[in-house]
């Protein structure tokens, strides 16, 4: 009798032991575990808190302690220090880049939105990455460019942020310092975000790692500094179906509000937002159909719904609220004002119309075009003024933007865009250890429903139980990249990386489902997770301070990005203060030439050496109309120019192509004499032409600019700058190469002896 006693005895601890051995194995366990009844052996209790029983102190603190985890607050301790330094990584790593092609614009209409009330720079974007990023320069004084001009007055916030960066001396490293800090804010709320709903899924140490690897992620670290849409877009796509998801499991008064706040920033980001609509509709349909009580807990009502018709009117009523807050903060955020122009207006305001603006168009027409299907919809609101008009108008012009725009893949262009652009993007600029991650996420997550389907406790429900129950835990995070994703692939607007850029959050959260190998009993699974954690921090080190530029070894490096994507996903104008820097330490006299690929005046940023194919914006009244002769020396190339992606006709260099230089060149040799810096006799000479032919010279020099591209695009470069400029040092014989040997003739072979 006393024998079967103690097999039974054994037969339960052993079942106790496979329990915890389950529990702590499986990556989908919740942080709740915590707080689930202590099994430390005596043993180790009295090695902790000095006797067998109750430990002294925080029972929480002791029961971590004997089983090896963090505490609460080495946790909190661990998370503070990553986000910390990603912050300053973040914040350190642009103090030295130049204003990318996009801040000016953004800067200057969230500097005019505070000092004026004024909306009516907002060309395509609503407002709400702008106020925030240039709160802080409320106090600071700086120079706003007349108001009475016609810049004010055509809403053209291109050449207006021109004027405020570039014309007004207004101190722009400042100014940028102080945005972008603003932006590396936000982006460390980002990574909270991250870390509390990978925590709720797979405990401290799966939301730990979900943490380090946004942390330390290149793609983040390159946009979360920069004052755009992207990162706003982003952050409030998962933080509002994080607050969603949990208003449909416990609507309290507090989810409410962060549910609809959260949809209101969303929309108030970027107006992508209405994408979240069918995955917001899916999410409920999930939630109405599941098993699972929803538990609402408001004033004067407290019940647990678990019949549909009841979850339905809860889901409706939730949907109710979030109207009208993101309604609300809508016409809040523009100043509670169906009209754009507020100061400064004299009758002759006229929304922008893009590059067109003396076409002589309405410009609601001009953004609706031919064949708009938003028309109806937008006129239908705007008759009856139903929201403000310039959110309506962002809504017509980012319709109209997104048709058509020229875009780069793999030496490819194109003006509607490839269907393996965003693909190839997340292929080329993911670091290798996070796919890794992901896939071992996936591989620990099979293996703990495997083991928790054969524990008795969860034999009922089966494997396929395992999955359904794991798939429901993280519907939000899969609706939200496959719709994402679907959207992309539809996309025509096909210019960065940065655009899939609300797909990662989601996958640093999944990646936390990789600490299951850690947990495993296996030794040779245990180090895989932290060696590749490990190897993503070292990517992230080892690329400072160019994020923008980091490419995998997939694409060749970073070294190699150029051939693969340029625009936003390498070359955004970011380097050309270092280009100024790079040229007085190395030019050692050399006559310089530089292409740049920015918004701004190169002349503002006293890089010494001459532009090509000529300047495309005017400083202090002096812009150059390009060089007579091309000789021997420095060749400073920005990557998105080398690849000729916004030269209209002359993209690729074909036979046609050089056939039209070569008819060209007769006629422009006068001026192959006239030195780079003697514009006073170029001038003179083109002046003494017929009046078309100054147009022609223009033109001959966007070709031969083109035919230079092309033979530098199959050189190895000598040097680059952030990788984003390419650095060729060329002498007379390759320059004579590159201009004056007709591609059109096959090259003969050199005679025998």
């Not at 406790?457 to 939000?476: C, D, F, I, N, V």
Request: charged share 20%; aromatic share 14%.
């Amino acid at each position: 009798m006393i024998a079967n006693d103690e097999v039974s005895i054994r037969r339960k601890s052993k079942k106790r032991d496979d329990s915890r051995q389950v529990r702590e194995f499986n990556p989908a366990a919740e942080s709740k575990d915590d707080a689930k009844p202590d099994l430390t052996p005596p043993a180790e209790k009295r090695a902790v808190g000095g006797h067998s029983g109750t430990p002294r102190g925080n029972n929480r603190q002791y029961r971590a302690a004997a089983r090896g985890k963090l505490s609460g607050k080495q946790v909190a301790g661990i998370v503070a220090g990553l986000l910390a330094v990603h912050f300053i990584i973040a914040v350190s790593s642009v103090r030295h880049k130049s204003p990318t092609w996009d801040e000016s614009y953004h800067v200057t209409r969230g500097y005019t939105y505070w000092k004026t009330g004024d909306f009516r720079m907002a060309p395509a974007h609503p407002p709400l990455s702008s106020l925030w990023a240039t709160n802080p320069l409320v106090a600071v004084p700086a120079n706003m460019p007349p108001y009475d001009q016609q810049n004010w007055y055509q809403s053209d916030i291109f050449s207006y942020g021109l004027q405020f960066f570039y014309v007004m001396g207004n101190d722009i490293k400042k100014i940028l310092q102080r945005s972008r800090s603003m932006m590396a804010v936000m982006s460390v709320f980002l990574g909270l975000v991250i870390f509390l709903w990978s925590r709720c899924i797979f405990g401290d140490t799966g939301g730990i790692l979900s943490c380090l690897l946004y942390a330390f992620s290149p793609t983040m670290l390159a946009h979360c500094r920069l004052v755009t849409t992207d990162l706003f877009v982003a952050v409030f796509y998962l933080s509002a179906l994080a607050a969603t998801w949990a208003v449909l499991r416990r609507m309290t008064i507090l989810t409410l509000l962060a549910s609809g706040f959260g949809f209101a920033a969303l929309f108030l980001s970027k107006l992508t937002a209405f994408f979240v609509l069918p995955i917001l509709a899916l999410l409920i349909l999930i939630r109405i159909l599941s098993k699972e009580s929803l538990h609402v807990q408001v004033p004067k009502f407290n019940k647990e719904l678990t019949r549909q018709p009841e979850k339905l009117l809860a889901c409706t009523i939730i949907l109710a609220i979030n109207f009208v807050i993101v309604y609300g903060s809508i016409w809040a955020a523009y100043g509670f004002r169906f009209d754009a122009f507020k100061h400064n207006v004299v009758g002759k305001e006229q929304l922008l119309m893009a590059f067109d603006r003396d076409s002589g168009f309405d410009p609601w027409d001009y953004q609706y075009g031919e064949k708009s299907r938003v028309k109806p919809v937008l006129e239908f609101c705007r008759k009856y003024e139903l929201f403000p008009e310039l959110y309506l108008y962002s809504i017509a012009t980012a319709a109209k933007v997104s048709a058509s725009r020229a875009s780069f893949l793999d030496g490819k262009h194109s003006l509607t865009g490839f269907r393996a652009f965003f693909p190839k993007c997340f292929l080329y600029k993911t670091p290798l250890p996070l796919m890794a991650i992901l896939l071992c996420a996936l591989w620990a997550t099979f293996l703990g429903w495997r083991r928790a389907a054969s524990a008795a406790k969860e034999r009922a429900m089966g494997m396929g139980g395992q999955l359904l129950s794991g798939l429901y835990r993280t519907a939000p995070l899969w609706l939200l990249l496959g719709s994402y994703w679907v959207l992309m692939l539809c996309m025509n607007l096909n210019i960065g990386h940065r655009h899939i850029l609300p797909t990662y959050p989601p996958m640093f959260v999944l990646a936390g489902g990789a600490i299951g190998l850690v947990r495993h009993p296996s030794r040779v699974l245990k180090p895989i997770v932290p060696i590749l954690a490990g190897m993503m921090v070292i990517a992230a080190l080892s690329i400072y301070p160019h994020y923008l530029a980091y490419f995998n070894w997939i694409a060749g490096g970073p070294g190699n990005g150029y051939r693969h994507l340029v625009d936003s996903s390498l070359d955004w104008g970011q380097d050309i203060d270092n280009l100024r820097g790079w040229l007085d330490k190395n030019a050692r006299g050399e006559t310089a030439y530089f292409a740049f690929f920015g918004s701004g005046p190169p002349r503002f940023f006293n890089v010494p050496a001459y532009a090509l194919p000529y300047e495309s914006f005017a400083y202090n009244g002096r812009q150059s109309i390009g060089t007579g002769a091309l000789g021997p020396g420095i060749y400073c190339i920005s990557a998105t120019h080398l690849q000729q992606v916004y030269r209209p006709g002359i993209q690729e260099w074909t036979t046609k192509k050089e056939d039209i230089y070569w008819r060209f060149l007769p006629h422009m040799r006068e001026f192959e004499d006239v030195p780079p810096d003697d514009e006073a006799t170029l001038l003179k000479r083109l002046q003494e032409r017929e009046p078309e032919f100054p147009w022609l010279f223009q033109r001959f020099q966007e070709v031969r600019f083109a035919k230079l591209c092309a033979y530098l695009r199959d050189q190895p470069y000598d040097d680059h700058v952030g990788y984003s400029i390419l650095i060729y040092r060329l002498d007379a014989d390759e320059l004579n190469d590159a201009l004056y040997v007709d591609k059109r003739k096959p090259s003969r072979p050199a005679p025998s002896e």
